[in-house]
């Protein structure tokens, strides 16, 4: 594997050179695993599910500019340039990142209120393997990390406690890019009982 490329592939986000774009025309593609750039999987390859689908979209129109027109040049004509990707195209960080969240809150929305050691144990098991194969690698060594500060463990007794934990996870990425913050007060409301105005049904 080329050697910057495996260098930048193992660096953290602050140590992150420009992206793509921002590179003098002489140095070597630079991928960032910053939301604004490409990010390179662990093979030193773009990593589709690390990266936004305009970012992506952005790479494939670069490197196909001199090429005839492609099902995906057509796509970028025609589509928005926030989601510039047909909805059946594999997914990149975001829609990837908002499908497993519907997961994860779902998965603690249907917890036990009081869980058995047997139902713990899964509960543990399954989030340290999570953890792990998330497909979005930098991503999930980020969540490992956070996962493992003091604190932080995963609160598997019961489902409010395991609603609790996955709101506060859910909002350590939200501000690590930037977003609001979601009221930890009302996980139950978004993802188990439906609001209390009654929009849900
Ligand atoms: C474990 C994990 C780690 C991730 N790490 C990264 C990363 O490092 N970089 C990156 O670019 N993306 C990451 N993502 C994806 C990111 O979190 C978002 O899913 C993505 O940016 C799309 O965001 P969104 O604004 O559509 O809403 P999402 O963040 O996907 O949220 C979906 C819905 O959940 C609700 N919600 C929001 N916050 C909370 C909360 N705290 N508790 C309960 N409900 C809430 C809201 O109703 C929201 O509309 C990660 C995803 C996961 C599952």
């Known amino acids: 594997m080329d050697k910057f490329f495996a260098a930048q592939a193992k660096?953290?986000?602050q140590e992150q050179d420009a992206p793509i774009s921002e590179q003098p025309p002489t140095a070597p593609p630079a991928?960032?695993?910053?939301?604004?750039g490409v990010v390179l999987d662990k093979d030193g390859k773009p990593c589709r599910t690390c990266t936004s689908s305009a970012n992506w979209a952005?790479?494939?129109k670069a490197t196909s500019a001199s090429t005839s027109p492609t099902p995906l040049s057509a796509a970028l004509t025609s589509s928005s340039s926030s989601n510039p990707l047909p909805t059946?195209?594999?997914?990149d960080?975001?829609?990837?990142?908002?499908?497993?969240?519907?997961?994860l809150h779902s998965i603690s929305a249907t917890y036990p209120s009081r869980a058995s050691a047997q139902q713990q144990n899964d509960m543990?098991?399954?989030?340290s393997l999570f953890s792990r194969i998330y497909p979005c690698w930098v991503c999930a060594d980020d969540f490992q990390t956070w996962m493992k500060k003091a604190g932080n463990e995963p609160r598997?007794?019961?489902?409010e406690g395991l609603g609790r934990w996955m709101c506060e996870a859910h909002n350590e990425v939200n501000r690590k890019?930037?977003?609001?913050?979601?009221?930890?007060g009302r996980w139950e409301e978004r993802w188990r009982t439906g609001w209390k105005d009654g929009r849900c049904g």
Do not use: I, Q, Y
């Open 11 to 13: 660096k953290k986000p």
């Open 31 to 36: 991928p960032s695993k910053h939301p604004k």
């Open 58 to 60: 952005a790479m494939m």
């Open 88 to 91: 059946d195209c594999p997914p």
């Open 93 to 103: 960080v975001d829609t990837l990142g908002t499908h497993t969240w519907t997961l």
């Open 124 to 127: 543990r098991s399954f989030l």
């Open 156 to 159: 598997v007794e019961g489902r």
């Open 177 to 184: 890019l930037g977003k609001e913050e979601f009221d930890c």
